[in-house]
């Protein structure tokens, strides 16, 4: 939320379905009305005179400035994302992890307390675990499944959740209900990385999250073109913790990239629908693979919280899957992982996912190379895991290019 944008509440939204939001929520048209919204690609907005200038730069009224903190396309783009996940503001930042920044720094301080899945987005883990603890705030890592152990790691300077669900490349989901039941208990901040299933599947503050957070690289640009983040909360958080940060440390989002993700953001429900389904027929081929020993996908009935995961995310399973290909030795396992993989032609060997591209990866040498051994063990991660962010590709070309691989082993 750009402090000078107008608040979603006095826009004439009430009652609009999500999916016309995505197409329609936006800043008002410029006196030229364009019907796609303009790309307003400049660093800063002249004043009309200094005595407005200065009643701007104090706060006293609303105006453009500098686009470090305010842009109408960036404030487009906050608009309909707010909208979309039933927040009342939004801020976008330079990236998914700006966002994770830019949370941590308007909420806590030193000597703050996070208790946070160790299954999230490795660079959460880097941020929380070392940098933010370089500066005092500890950070407790707990069973993304098992909310005992969340329950039993908070403390009196508890100030901060920390979930992702589902999580990647395993798909474990976590109850965010039931997280939020429990952080409102000790008046701690739920904060959900809502990336993977987007406000398309799933809405987090509906459910009681107080702050969504989200990388725009992945599914909301949804072809792979920019990296963008942003974080939705309530009016007063956003004003009152984020846009100071914003203002003071400048991890904006760029008018261009905003503009990118605004218009990815119109084919995100299409997106989202036709992306599950095809990674659904896909995992249920896979499960029955001889080659394949097991698949992770919430939305398979094998899935452990299958039931919990169609409850939170509208009935569908997302877009990404993984699975282990059958193997007895760790090094029979990453020579058959790394077979299977190269053998494609048509999927993309690459780390991203959200594409409209189909992307395939080996977790346990890339995204999470950087983890012992033991530590990828206890994660469940192991040599013979193959991820697959499913894209928009005919399934059965799908289906042909992975059987290149596996039949090849
Ligand atoms: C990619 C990703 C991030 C980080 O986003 P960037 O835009 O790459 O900074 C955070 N969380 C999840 C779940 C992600 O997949």
Redesign the pocket.
């Known amino acids: 939320m750009s402090s000078n944008s107008e608040s979603n509440s006095k826009k004439p939204y009430a009652g609009l379905h999500i999916d016309t939001l995505a197409v329609r929520a936006a800043v008002d048209k410029s006196q030229y009305g364009e019907n796609s919204e303009a790309l307003y690609l400049t660093s800063s907005f002249t004043q009309p005179d200094s005595q407005t200038a200065a009643r701007r730069f104090s706060g006293e009224e609303d105006g453009y400035i500098y686009s470090r903190f305010t842009n109408p396309t960036v404030a487009s783009m906050e608009q309909r994302l707010a909208l979309l996940e039933g927040a009342q503001a939004c801020i976008g930042t330079s ?4 966002a ?1 920044l830019l949370l941590c720094m308007g909420l806590l301080k030193s000597g703050d307390h996070v208790i946070c899945s160790r299954s ?2 490795g ?2 883990i880097k941020l929380l675990g070392s940098e933010f603890a370089k500066f005092g705030v500890e950070t407790t890592f707990v069973s993304q499944t098992d909310i005992t152990e969340w329950e039993a790691a908070i403390k009196p300077t508890t100030k901060l959740f920390f979930a ?1 669900t589902p999580t ?1 490349p395993l798909t474990e989901v976590c109850d965010i209900k039931a997280l939020s039941h429990l952080a409102k208990g000790c008046g701690a901040v739920l904060a959900v ?1 809502n ?2 299933c987007t406000p398309a599947l799933q809405r987090p503050i509906l459910l009681g999250a107080d702050v969504v ?1 989200h ?4 599914y909301l640009d949804g072809q792979g073109r920019v ?3 942003a974080l939705c909360a309530s009016e007063q958080m956003v004003r009152e913790k984020f846009i100071p940060v914003m203002r003071s440390a400048g991890m904006s989002l760029s008018p261009f990239n905003a503009w990118v993700v605004l218009k990815g953001m119109e084919t995100l429900s299409i997106r989202m629908q036709a992306q599950s389904a095809q990674a659904l027929s896909f995992a249920t081929w896979l499960e029955t693979h001889p080659k394949i020993s097991r698949v992770y996908y919430p939305g398979l009935e094998s899935h452990p919280q299958h039931d919990l995961a169609m409850a939170q995310q509208s009935g569908l399973g997302g877009a990404v899957l993984s699975f282990d290909v059958k193997a007895s030795t760790p090094e029979e396992a990453r020579r058959k992982a790394f077979t299977v993989i190269d053998k494609t032609q048509l999927m993309s060997v690459t780390a991203n ?1 959200g594409d409209v591209k189909t992307i395939i990866t080996h977790p346990p040498s890339t995204s999470h190379g950087r983890l012992t051994e033991e530590q990828r063990h206890k994660a469940g991660i192991e040599q013979n895991l193959i991820r697959i962010a499913v894209g928009l590709e005919y399934l059965e070309d799908l289906k042909r290019d992975l059987s290149l691989g596996l039949d090849a082993i």
Do not use: Q, R
């Open positions: 990236s998914g992890m700006s994770v999230v987005f660079s959460t992702e990647n990385d990336c993977f957070v990388s725009g690289t992945k990296v963008a983040g996912l």
